[in-house]
């Protein structure tokens, strides 16, 4: 029965599902005389606009709206829009939460990956449409970097403060350095090579006359 609980060497999908299923056996019981009726659609809307008081910053939805449609300065309508995307950031969090709990581990983290960038596929798609090329670029980096550095550095800053000693699970490590590296070569690789591209002329005559000497 030890052996069936998580480590730090454990899949982040574990497919045990003999273990999975036999400590869930022994809670069924207990489970369903601890589970509750559902909540009503009404209750559910109330929960999620209500629940937390960061969501008193939805006035400034329509303030957004009214500032874009009306041609507002351009520095108050991004102070709205920025400002409304922050609850709604917080609601999508929710929502995914919530979905998370029904639809089991593997879609759960199709969603959060999906929903958790919705802000950036949708800055993405925006500024494609209006062939801004270098705010895509520059969005995607910083989501990157974002998730793979900031996240886990507060995260291990955290961590610090509160326990002196801090395990980690060595697969999620294992997935997030890959996923470091391969977005790194991503970005590195084609930026060197429009780089060498810019300065062909002399990179590719230095070349030939390397390649000279060396086969002379």
């Known amino acids: 029965m030890a052996d069936s609980q998580p480590n730090e060497t454990s899949p982040l999908l574990n497919g045990n599902s003999s273990a999975r299923s036999s400590i869930h056996a022994g809670q069924g019981a207990e489970t369903r005389k601890a589970e509750k009726p559902s909540p009503s659609w009404l209750a559910s809307l109330r929960f999620f606009l209500f629940g937390s008081w960061f969501n008193i910053l939805l006035v400034f939805l329509p303030l957004s709206a009214v500032a874009h449609y009306l041609n507002w300065d351009a520095a108050l309508r991004f102070s709205f829009s920025f400002i409304a995307i922050m609850p709604l950031a917080s609601l999508l969090g929710t929502a995914t939460e919530q979905l998370s709990l029904k639809l089991g581990q593997t879609l759960s ?20 449409m209006q062939g801004e090329v270098r705010i895509v670029q520059t969005s995607l980096l910083g989501s990157i970097l974002s998730n793979l550095l900031l996240v886990l550095g507060c995260s291990f800053l955290a961590g610090g403060l509160k326990f002196p000693e801090s395990n980690f699970q060595v697969t999620a490590a294992q997935a997030s350095s890959s996923l470091m590296t391969l977005a790194c070569i991503t970005l590195v690789i084609p930026a060197a090579y429009h780089s060498a591209k810019a300065h062909s002329g002399g990179f590719g005559n230095t070349t030939d006359r390397w390649s000279k000497h060396l086969l002379h």
């Open 109 to 128: 983290g199709l969603l959060n990956a999906s929903f958790g960038n919705a802000v950036e596929i949708i800055v993405g798609i925006t500024a494609l």
